[in-house]
């Protein structure tokens, strides 16, 4: 494999440095990657791109993902061309092709080209490895015809290889097992670059930069996993730094972010008017329309929905605009994916949580400076009293809390599966699952909806309980659960699994090693306890741990915390952390026994 020099942001796109030679042609980079393909598996695969990877956890990550393939990117003329450099590299000339989603978004963003001029096809002629195993080499063709304006981009990117990588497809497509392999890769120096939904293959891909001192010749390596795994991908889509249309431009940048109130309001806005109940996903419908099943000025209305345009939450659809009666193109909207998550009938809503940002809280974070100058809630400043209390005090406010914290339920999905819960459903006798301040029941309610041999125990405020009992009694395992009404100090005894789920981080170290010493008097000598919580990162990167940080110190008087720091209050309580998984919406689930 030839690597080339770093290029100067100066020199034409393609043209050699000084000393450096111009990279082969698209047949001998072919013929490199199938070459490589046919020597490699993927245990000696791994520790040549992360160097330290070794020993048992070489071991426990080989089983779990194989290498697939190695990709490309070339350049063919037209269709003949590539045949003929496939059958000079001895691969299928009749390998199906499909478009290219992921590759062709990044060469269109890295060129500033528009995707219609960029047709790229995905081909994966089939290459055996050393044991005869079935791989492929995975190659992007994007045709680029004698003397067209498409050739500099081809030179810039045969000198520079951005898109040459090694892939491991994983054996399962088990969302757990997804996000650790994440958190192994980025233990050992991998980086997010990018990634994508592809549906024409029905598959999620996730692309990583690997370590510099890998011995691999290939820096960039895609995890590719069949299904729809978005969860998994928005959260290591956020760490990956997107270049912004307003770059460079400092005063533009503030502008965006300063009109961020502006973003918050608008979608709550769209909630509370019914818009997303009323707009289809498939079908675009006129303003006015709209403006009729929901009682709005259809001036206004559209006016709010271009903005929403910008944010994906609605989609424009211009080519079917609709004639009006005075003969003007009226507007016409439908919804996407990310809108449909504020729908009040959505099984994933989220449409709570933007009401109650949107409101109290967004009334809060007015005074952030109060918190910062005194030490104190900011929501207490305002509303004269803790927000628990002032919840309590209003019922439509605290079953909209309630309903609020449900709406991140999606971080629950994989927690069924994980190995002390699925432990317990496997157990000869009955086992019991404790959901502390459980809230309305969502996270239980999962937990024994996937294991019918499990009991639960909800312990919560009076009117959460009641909330809770509903909400169980619905999902059909209401039979096998118990209510308790009390707080911390009343920690029900002699349960197996006991579940803190966003509760530590509304509260300072001091109320979190009481509340854990509550949970270890109750816990018998075999019992685990698995705490759900976003993770501030190690390395300052960007996440959302850090906004909630802000989040929990303005309205609550809490706050996120690193992983050590949770094992010190934990070993504070008699408890020992064990592990810490991945979870989507970047939490993870901290997994907790007594101490020997």
Do not use: K
Request: charged share 25%.
């Amino acid at each position: 494999m030839t690597t080339t020099l770093p290029a100067e942001a100066t020199r034409p796109a393609g043209s050699p440095l000084r000393g450096e030679t111009m990279p082969p042609d698209d047949t001998a980079r072919l013929r490199a990657a199938v070459s490589f393909v046919r020597e490699h598996d993927t245990a000696t695969l791994l520790p040549l791109l992360l160097p330290g990877l070794s020993g048992p956890e070489l071991e426990s990550l080989a089983p779990h993902c194989r290498f697939a393939h190695a990709g490309l990117l070339l350049f063919p003329t037209d269709p003949q061309d590539l045949r003929r450099r496939l059958a000079a590299c001895g691969l299928a000339v009749d390998t199906p092709s499909r478009p290219s989603v992921v590759v062709r978004e990044r060469l269109a963003r890295r060129h500033r080209r528009d995707l219609a001029e960029l047709d790229v096809r995905i081909l994966r002629p089939r290459v055996q490895g050393p044991a005869g195993e079935r791989r492929a080499v995975e190659v992007f063709a994007l045709t680029v015809p004698a003397h067209s304006d498409l050739e500099a981009i081809a030179a810039h990117e045969r000198a520079r290889g951005h898109e040459a990588h090694l892939a491991l497809e994983l054996e399962h497509p088990d969302p757990l097992v997804l996000r650790g392999l994440c958190a192994v890769l980025a233990r050992h120096g991998a980086r997010p670059d990018g990634g994508g939904y592809n549906p024409h293959e029905d598959g999620t891909v996730l692309y990583f930069t690997t370590p510099a001192a890998g011995a691999s010749g290939y820096r960039r390596l895609e995890l590719y996993t069949p299904g729809d795994h978005r969860d998994a991908l928005e959260d290591h889509l956020r760490a990956y730094p997107r270049e912004r249309p307003d770059a460079g431009r400092p005063a533009e940048t503030l502008l965006r972010l300063l009109t961020g109130a502006w973003t918050t309001q608008a979608l709550a806005a769209f909630a509370r008017l019914g818009l997303p109940d009323a707009m289809d996903p498939h079908t675009a419908t006129g303003t006015r329309e709209l403006a009729r099943r929901t009682g709005t000025r259809p001036e206004n209305l559209a006016t709010l929905l271009r903005y929403l345009t910008m944010l994906d939450v609605v989609a424009a659809n211009t080519a079917q605009a609709v004639e009006t009666e005075d003969a003007a193109a009226e507007e016409s909207f439908r919804l996407t994916p990310l809108g449909a998550l504020l729908r009040a009938d959505s099984p994933d809503t989220m449409r709570p949580l933007a009401l109650m940002y949107a409101g109290p809280f967004y009334r809060s974070f007015a005074a952030l400076d109060h918190t910062v100058r005194t030490g104190q809630p900011a929501f207490d400043h305002l509303f004269g009293e803790n927000h628990f209390d002032h919840f309590a005090r209003d019922p439509e406010l605290a079953d909209l809390f309630d309903r609020s914290m449900a709406a991140s339920s999606r971080m629950f999905r994989p927690l069924p599966a994980h190995p002390v819960i699925a432990g317990a459903a496997r157990a000869s006798t009955p086992r019991t699952v404790v959901d502390v301040a459980g809230g309305n029941g969502e996270l239980l309610g999962r937990i024994l909806t996937a294991h019918p041999g499990l009991r639960g125990t909800l312990l919560e405020r009076p009117h959460a309980v009641e909330a809770a009992r509903r909400s169980l009694d619905a999902a059909g395992c209401g039979d096998r659960c118990d209510y308790r009404s009390g707080d911390f100090a009343d920690v029900p005894h002699g349960g197996d699994v006991y579940v803190l789920s966003r509760i530590l981080h509304d509260w300072d170290d001091d109320r979190c090693r009481e509340i854990l010493r509550h949970c270890a008097r109750a816990m018998p000598a075999h019992a685990d306890l698995l705490i759900i919580e976003r993770l501030l990162p190690a390395d300052g990167s960007p996440s959302l741990a850090t906004a909630w940080d802000l989040h929990m110190m303005c309205n609550v008087g809490g706050r996120e915390r690193r992983a050590e720091h949770y094992a010190r209050l934990l070993a504070d309580a008699g408890l020992e952390l064990l592990d810490h998984t991945p979870l989507p919406l970047e939490a993870y689930v901290l997994h907790a026994r007594r101490a020997r």
